[in-house]
């Protein structure tokens, strides 16, 4: 029997089994198993492949429920992340937005000092290719892998991540484990995702980018939900960029809330003016290119596809028409369109373009302190598969770490104190 067993190779799982490696009495062995052929694959997706692996700005509100979230980040924070790669012989760099990343801008940087980290330590076991079916509490814990195979556990835990990007390897399988083990699991959501929007003039837009201040709001009662600022994509039905990856998070934790709200985005495209400066400026840039025709009016505002597109809107004549013939009335319209160019929410884009999960495992059956079930003693969890998910920025992957450092400790002085 292995003292303590974690299933799930990812950052989460990676962290739990290092940490406890460093707490457990060493006559007491970790078995790590993944069902991949490799661990952390999910972590060379991550940052576009740069691996953006924490955020010097993180808190507890970045997350959707902060006050346990603070709890766990009291543990282990962005400073002891940093610190812990740095041991690792890890160089970082941070951007203007406190997100870091390895000095090489390559995720395997990071990917490769977790596994040979977990390779120099003589007390962790890994076992990949090997998926766990079921789990069975009996005095300790049994588990069934999908060839019938069983390995017994005296603690346990589970950090198999959620169901964004099934691809590499977050499957859902996580939730009927902890279901098996009678644990509430929420509705689920992909978060840090494109937004699907109703609008049919998107596919014109395709590939465009803008700066924006990007506000959400409940279409139900017209309620501010939340405002962030940054570049936005276009594309051809939906909304990307971080930005939009950031308010796809507050989509979803409201969704979770409430399945029958919807919602409207409206992208202020010139936040730096406030309504009468745009209005000012429009008739300065009116007054000094008289004789260009209409359609070109917003160049230098925004490109000249978005640019018609909020004539369109507008309802602005732009065909063979001189800059010179536009009233200010039709100014005011431009301007109105230029700061509250609104659009409907149709939905987000599936789980398999998603970089997590928001919902999981209810935080009510979780002790927040050691991330210990409340439900069964021994068992523990870490990272995506419970209800916590951060927003866009390096936010995720500081709750794997995080978390996996809190419940690797919390089982292994459990263990100790047993023996």
């Known amino acids: 029997m292995a003292k303590l067993v974690i299933i ?9 089994a290092l940490t406890a490696s460093n707490y457990l009495y060493k006559n007491h062995q970790i078995l790590l198993i993944e069902r991949n052929e490799r661990l952390g694959r999910k972590i060379l997706a991550t940052g576009n492949g740069r691996c953006n692996f924490t955020n010097l700005n993180n808190n507890e509100s970045f997350y959707n ?4 979230a603070k709890v766990v980040l009291d543990q282990f924070n962005y400073l002891n992340t940093c610190s812990f790669f740095e041991q690792l012989g890890v160089l970082q760099f941070s951007d203007e937005e406190g997100r870091c990343y390895p000095f090489t801008h390559t995720s395997s940087t ?7 980290a977990l390779d120099s330590k003589s007390n962790i076991k890994t076992l990949t290719g090997f998926k766990i079916e079921k789990v069975i509490y009996d005095n300790g814990y049994i588990l069934v892998s999908s060839s019938g195979e069983k390995i017994k556990a005296d603690s346990l835990i ?5 169901t964004s990007s099934k691809n590499l390897g977050s499957d859902g399988s996580g939730f009927t484990l902890a279901k098996n083990l009678n ?7 992909p978060a840090i995702t494109s937004i699907k929007v109703l609008d049919k003039e998107f596919a014109s837009l395709n590939g465009i980018r803008a700066k924006a201040t990007v506000s959400l709001y409940n279409l139900n009662n017209n309620e501010l939900i939340v405002k962030r600022s940054g570049e ?20 979803a934790r409201n969704l979770n809330k409430d399945p029958s709200m919807r919602f409207y985005i409206k992208l202020d495209l010139v936040s730096n003016l406030n309504q009468e400066e745009l209005i000012n400026f429009l008739h300065l840039k009116r007054q000094n290119n008289q004789l260009v025709n209409v359609e070109f009016f917003l160049n230098g505002v925004v490109v000249r596809m978005l640019g018609i597109a909020i004539l369109k809107r507008s309802k602005i004549e732009y065909k063979e ?12 319209r431009i301007a109105q369109m230029l700061k509250n160019f609104e659009v409907q929410v149709s939905d987000l884009s599936p789980f398999n373009n998603a970089q997590t999960t928001c919902g999981g495992i209810s935080l009510d059956e979780i002790n927040p302190q050691t991330l210990e079930s409340k439900l069964h003693q021994n068992l523990f ?3 995506e598969i419970m209800d916590i998910d951060g927003e866009c920025g390096g936010h995720n992957l500081q709750w794997a770490f995080s978390s996996g450092y809190v419940s690797g400790k919390s089982a292994s002085l459990k263990i100790n104190e047993r023996s």
Not at 65 to 68: A, G, V
Not at 236 to 247: A, K, N, P, Q, Y
Not at 321 to 332: I, M, P, T
């Open 110 to 116: 990071i990917l490769d000092a977790l596994r040979f």
């Open 8 to 16: 799930g190779g990812g950052p989460s799982g990676m962290m739990a």
């Open 65 to 68: 429920e902060p006050s346990f």
């Open 232 to 251: 936005v994509l276009f594309k051809d039905d939906s909304l990307s960029g971080i930005v939009s990856f950031i308010i796809s998070s507050f989509i």
């Open 158 to 162: 589970i950090a198999c991540g959620g």
């Open 183 to 189: 644990h509430t699991i929420t509705n689920l959501y």
């Open 381 to 383: 969890f870490a990272g």
């Open 321 to 332: 028409r001189l800059v010179k013939d536009l009233n200010d009335e039709e100014l005011e």
